[in-house]
């Protein structure tokens, strides 16, 4: 068999195998983070309730996020129960349905171009996106950043593939799609689901210095009120029952105030997205590199419908990341949506320079980076992790010896991509069943609230922690408790209710850092239940 071929294959196989990986262990892991275990208990209050509505947190009303990523969830916890995989689920099938979305305009490219040299680019962009890093991450947590990445995408999909078209129905058709999906998105992340769309079209036709048809300015008239029919299934209930303080709470503070000031403490340099974007495509980043600088190079005005999809990408790639930079607020999620169309000019840069002799310094790159990463995690996952020597080095050897073969190796190309991609899927699957459990369980309070539970205390209040650990408030679901103003109560704000659940000869868990148990050990009336390196927890009696 020719070595070609049998990396065709090995390419197919590993696509359909990244694929399978959205999937698979999602329930392996805690929920971890600020964000997954509270979006997950809002989704959760809001089944218990029966209210589609409504979010809340603790019982207070949560009016950060829309409402799209919250029905990913409540069907999969009232299907098949509430578990960390059921919260994952929905946004794991947002991740596959983002990568649909960069393969169908992938497809829509090679049918449209007028030479055979985007032959086979659909192939190379679904291995490429399904392998993607930053996608994998994301996709495999509970986050609104994918939905609404997944929403843009075929939104910004759709209206491409109207302006490759001369076809008057296949436009229409294409059209009404990227309004709908702009209504969607509007209910993945609010305002920036018109903001995004609107730039990129926008600086689209800037790049090309030409001006919108007719067609286009016509089908806004009836487009807008159906992106605005669609996300009104939400906006409208929500704000008929709770009015300004709805309005307030998510337009005014969590749009405008988060973007204007630093209220949310999240500062970031200007050049911060560029350098986040650089690190969501690992390991393709120097794939990524050559192949905007290539497009950046290209004549941005010729009217064939490849040149049309590129100057597309970049500014699909450009608005939100200029956009996003002049925030006071900077978080790497608020530029997920830029990878799609970052995908598919890297899967364009790979499809080129396997074919070609010239241009060997990507391969080189990606194969260095691979070798760092599998060097520098091994250190770091030994050293700083303390992980066993023996699962670090399952996980490091093929990526490494992925990146090593792939510096080194002048022979087939496509071969070397492959293997990179092999090595990556070896190592991730690893770290998810070895290495992640061990790491995670340090950033969760699942195991220490089941330590609880085994000696009887499964009914008790507990007062959580402030900080980047929010798991108590999924994990204690109920039993958490909140202050006036939605926030979870810390154990040095509540002076009073222990006192009050003492005197009543009861019983109370407390969350501590690890470093102030020494204040509590041998005390009378508290009771060490265990501490998983960060966060101690304690019964008060």
Known sequence: ???????????????????????????????????????????????????????????????????????????????????????????????????????????????????????GLSQWCLLISSSCLGLIVFSRGV???????????????????????????????????????VGLSLLAKGLVGLVVPVGVIALYFLLRREWPNRRLWLSSFWGAPLSLLVSTTWYGPVIYKHGWQFIDEFFVQHHFARYLSNKYHHPQPFYFYPVILLMLAVPWTPFLIHSLITTAKGNWRKDNAVSRSLVFLLAWILFPIVFFSFSSSKLPGYILPVLPPALLLLGTSVMQLSGRRDSRWPFVASGLLCVLMGVGGAIYGVRIEHLSVTCVLIASVPFTGAGVLTSVWNGERSSMTVSIAGGLLIALIVILNCAAPVISARESTRNLLALADERGYSDLPVLAMHGDDRSAEFYASGRALYGNKGEV?????????????????????????????????????????????????????
């Open 1 to 119: 068999m020719h070595p070609s071929t049998l990396a065709k294959r090995v390419q197919i196989f590993l696509s359909i195998t990244f694929l399978g990986f959205y999937f698979y262990g999602l329930g392996r892991l805690p929920l971890v983070g600020p964000d997954e275990p509270r979006y997950a208990q809002v989704a959760r209050e809001m089944l218990f309730r029966g209210d589609w509505i409504t979010p809340t947190l603790g019982g207070h009303t949560w009016f950060e996020k829309p409402a799209l990523l919250y029905w990913l969830i409540i069907p999969a916890f009232k299907i098949f129960g509430v578990h960390e995989w059921t919260a994952r689920l929905g946004p794991a099938i947002c991740g596959l349905f983002t990568i649909a979305g960069v393969w169908s305009l992938a497809r829509e490219i090679e049918r449209t171009s007028e030479t055979p040299e985007h032959e």
């Open 143 to 181: 986050s609104f950043d994918i939905v609404v990445t997944a929403t843009l995408t075929w939104a910004l999909c759709f209206f491409v593939r109207s302006q490759l078209t001369s076809e008057s129905s296949k436009q229409n058709r294409m059209l009404i799609g990227f309004y709908v999906l």
């Open 489 to 541: 109560i810390a154990l040095d704000e509540a002076p009073a209710i222990v006192d009050s659940v003492r005197k009543k000869k009861e019983r109370i868990l407390a969350f501590v850092p690890v470093e102030d148990l020494v204040l509590f050990r041998g005390q009378q009336g508290i009771e060490v239940i265990g501490d998983n390196g960060k966060l101690a927890l304690l019964c008060l009696y």
